[in-house]
């Protein structure tokens, strides 16, 4: 059974990537193996999984922005 290094983190699904050995890290830029970084990447503050605040933002904290979104449904209505 596999766990995440981090209790607070979700158990890995069956879909999802393991890597048993050790990867460079993704949270700061590293423009000599390609890896953006995630500063500045918007993260779901409610997640647990990879697109959650905290595994995202790897420990250095993150700023909430509440934003209201208008979006076409094309919805009809009988």
């Known amino acids: 059974q596999l766990r995440p290094h ?5 158990t890995p699904g069956v879909k999802d990537l393991v890597y048993l050995e050790s990867s460079p890290g993704f949270c700061e830029k590293n423009p000599r193996l390609g890896i953006p970084g995630t500063h500045g990447r918007a993260c779901n503050d409610t997640s647990i999984g990879v697109d959650g605040c905290d ?11 509440t934003m209201f979104v208008v979006e076409r449904c094309n919805c009809t209505f009988h």
């Not at 981090?6 to 979700?10: E, G, R, S, V, Y």
């Not at 595994?55 to 922005?65: D, N, Q, V």
């Open 55 to 65: 595994l995202m933002c790897c420990g250095r904290g993150y700023r909430t922005e």
């Open 6 to 10: 981090n209790p607070d983190h979700k």
